[in-house]
């Protein structure tokens, strides 16, 4: 239980990223979330090396494409976001369409998947954060990426091993639920 009640998201992250060890575990965790009509409705793509450089600069167009005025520090910012971490996955949500389970039942079990990579990921010492931005609702940015029209790309998740530790003040528990009716 400490495990769950400790994990937070970390903004500075460094080397070392998980090896394909711990990310085999991670993603062994990732694949035990709810899924409805068994669609197994995700997928991830490891972003590490020199693939994060490639990231970055579709990053940097996708936002001179989206904003044409970017300033040139609006354009380094966006192309710093790839680097700040070892690694990067990126969640998708593949969506069957036509199917009995909804499309957004499916994103649901896809965000689950997620949320078993980052308590994965701190159970085995490393730190993560999981992101989104205007990438992950650009249909340019997304097909550039190599996704279908149907895919929901749900974030990043930058992932390695925590530079300092972050103290996150969490809410009471108390305030988010109440007994029914």
């Known amino acids: 239980m400490n495990t769950l009640l400790s994990r937070v998201s970390n903004g500075a992250l460094g080397e070392p990223a998980p090896d394909d060890a711990a990310l085999g575990r991670i993603f062994e965790a990732a694949v035990r979330a709810p899924d409805h009509g068994k669609l197994r409705p995700w997928h991830f793509y490891v972003i590490r090396g020199d693939a994060r450089l490639k990231l970055s600069g579709m990053f940097a167009e996708a ?29 998708v949500a ?73 103290v996150a ?4 528990p108390g305030e988010f639920f109440s007994d029914w009716p």
């Open 63 to 91: 936002l001179q494409r989206r904003e044409p005025n970017a300033s040139e520090a609006q354009i380094e910012k966006e192309r710093g976001k790839p680097l700040r971490s070892p690694a990067i996955i990126a969640a």
């Open 94 to 166: 593949k969506i069957v369409e036509g199917h009995k389970v909804p499309p957004f039942e499916q994103t649901l079990s896809a965000a689950a998947a997620v949320m078993n990579i980052l308590n994965a990921a701190h159970a085995l010492g490393f730190g993560a954060k999981w992101v989104t931005g205007a990438n992950c609702y650009d249909a340019e940015f997304r097909a550039g990426f190599g996704l279908a029209a149907s895919d929901q790309l749900i974030g990043f998740i930058h992932i390695g091993t925590p530079e300092a530790p972050v």
């Open 169 to 172: 003040a969490r809410p009471d």
